[in-house]
């Protein structure tokens, strides 16, 4: 129903800065929030940055005043800016969205991308 397509990531020293980009296809029109999660090797995946068609946003602490989840609803694209990049923000970012059910009432199944990768040098 809904694919989406990460790009951005790369190697980068500490305080520099990237942005990552996520692309929504398909059946974007049932999608009510995306967000961002990350994983860190030995880690589990935790939240970075959520956005809702309200753009109402939620951000994990550490991330706070760093990062910045944005969307492009004509291009169907999400965005997370990331600045002043510390070697703990190291990881695979995976683009997520969240559904409405598009068949019946409720919410849906998640969609996940496949990941890209950061890596912050000392």
């Known amino acids: 129903q809904v694919e989406l397509v990460e790009s951005g990531g790369g190697l980068v020293q500490a305080g520099e800065s990237l942005r990552l980009s996520c692309v929504a296809s398909?059946?974007?029109?049932?999608?009510?929030?995306m967000g961002w999660y990350r994983q860190a090797p030995g880690r589990q995946r935790e939240l970075v940055a959520t956005i809702s068609d309200g753009e109402i946003t939620n951000y994990e602490d550490s991330v706070k005043g760093r990062f910045a989840i944005s969307r492009d609803k004509a291009k169907d694209t999400v965005y997370l800016q990331m600045n002043n990049l510390k070697p703990e923000d190291t990881a695979v970012y995976y683009c997520?969205?969240?559904?409405?059910?598009?068949?019946?009432?409720?919410?849906?199944?998640?969609?996940w991308g496949k990941g890209t990768l950061v890596t912050v040098s000392s």
């Open positions: 398909g059946r974007t029109s049932i999608i009510y929030e």
């Open positions: 997520n969205a969240e559904t409405f059910e598009p068949l019946g009432l409720g919410h849906g199944m998640p969609y």
